[in-house]
């Protein structure tokens, strides 16, 4: 049994209403798991942060050791100036990769990517079209 008009259009919309649901889901997916990861990478990031102030409280405490134990043996100095070395070191390697990890993603970058794309096969059809009647 053939469908009338009216059931054809019907069918048609609901199918298509069906589509876009999906679709939407599908993205809506994939942004909550974008979502999900960018709260781990700020997490590390924060992690970092703090170990590099940590770090770097550290080595202002140990140079301002150095300072007061200045006038004292020589062997002292050199240890403490090592120590203090270290720990502004570590503390400097610590932010530049807290500075690097911050750089590295943008928020729903994936996400947005795809719905460019989706934006770009809607698109599509109508230059064809445009372009046939020319």
Known sequence: MA???TQ???????????????????????????????RSR???????????LLLLLLGIATLTALVVVLFWDTYRLTAIAISAGVLIGASLLLAWM???QSKRHSLLKETLKQLAADRALLEEPSDETIRRHR
């Open 3 to 5: 469908l009338g008009p």
């Open 8 to 38: 054809s259009v019907f069918a048609a919309a609901k199918r298509l209403l069906k589509s876009l649901i999906a679709n939407s889901e599908t993205r809506l997916r994939l942004a909550v798991f974008e979502l999900e990861e960018e």
């Open 42 to 52: 700020i997490l590390v990031l924060l992690l970092l942060a703090g170990a590099s």
């Open 98 to 100: 807290a500075i690097r």
